[in-house]
């Protein structure tokens, strides 16, 4: 089993930075991409930005220049620095992680952590 932590959510004003992580553990061979989404009330799940293992990035064009993605694969890390946060990005951000676990492909999504951004 693979253990997704999140952490890094809170309450901000505009124009404030938030940095999240998400810490991936457990029977773990490999990681492979590592993405963020969010899920703001009464919408749907929509991608923020990916890591591929690699290193190359892909952002959502509502949070470009605003937003970097980043990795420690080390420690099997993500991070997510929020800056210019505006109202428009509060959400529940989740973490999700394509692995290679006991020598199979599996995907993990992480237990969601709040960002709520006040005007």
């Known amino acids: 089993q693979v253990q997704l932590v999140e952490s890094g959510g809170g309450l901000t004003q505009a124009g404030g930075s938030l940095r999240l992580s998400c810490a991936a553990s457990?029977?773990?061979?490999?990681?492979?991409?590592m993405s963020w989404y969010r899920q703001a009330p009464g919408d749907q799940r929509r991608l923020v930005a990916r890591?591929?293992?690699?290193?190359?990035?892909n952002y959502a064009d509502s949070v470009k220049g605003r937003f970097t993605i980043s990795r420690d694969s080390a420690i099997n890390t993500m991070y997510l620095q929020m800056n210019s946060l505006g109202p428009e990005d509060t959400a529940v951000y989740y973490c999700?992680?394509?692995?290679?676990?006991?020598?199979?492909?599996?995907?993990?999504w992480g237990q969601g952590t709040q960002v709520t951004v006040s005007s």
């Open positions: 457990g029977s773990i061979d490999y990681v492979n991409a």
């Open positions: 999700y992680v394509d692995v290679i676990e006991r020598g199979w492909a599996q995907e993990y």
């Open positions: 890591i591929t293992d690699g290193g190359r990035t």
